[in-house]
């Protein structure tokens, strides 16, 4: 596999990974009141949607690779 391709593999797990760890953000800023200390929940989905835009940034890179025929 060339580096082009291997980038193209690495990208689509970075967006994978990213996308659960985003997923696991927001599920923590939804758990019981107890741990809604001083505003948590909203800075926890706050990170949630920005790991989130991330994700957009490896679409948009995998994206550039699929048009150019890199695959």
Same mark, same amino acid.
Not at 63 to 71: H, P, R, T, V
């Given at each position: 596999?060339?580096?082009?391709? +291997? /980038?193209?593999?690495?990208?689509? &797990?970075?967006?994978?990974? #990213?996308?659960? &760890? ?6 923590w800023a #939804?758990?019981?009141?107890? %741990?809604?200390?001083?505003? /948590?929940?909203?800075? %926890? #989905? ?24 890199? +695959?």
């Amino acid at each position: 596999m060339d580096d082009s391709g +291997k /980038l193209m593999t690495m990208l689509q &797990h970075w967006l994978e990974h #990213n996308d659960e &760890h985003a997923d696991t953000y927001a599920m923590w800023a #939804n758990k019981p009141p107890a %741990l809604a200390i001083g505003g /948590l929940p909203e800075l %926890l #989905n706050r990170i949630s949607a920005e790991t989130k835009k991330i994700s957009r940034l490896f679409e948009e890179a995998i994206s550039l690779i699929e048009s150019s025929g890199e +695959k």
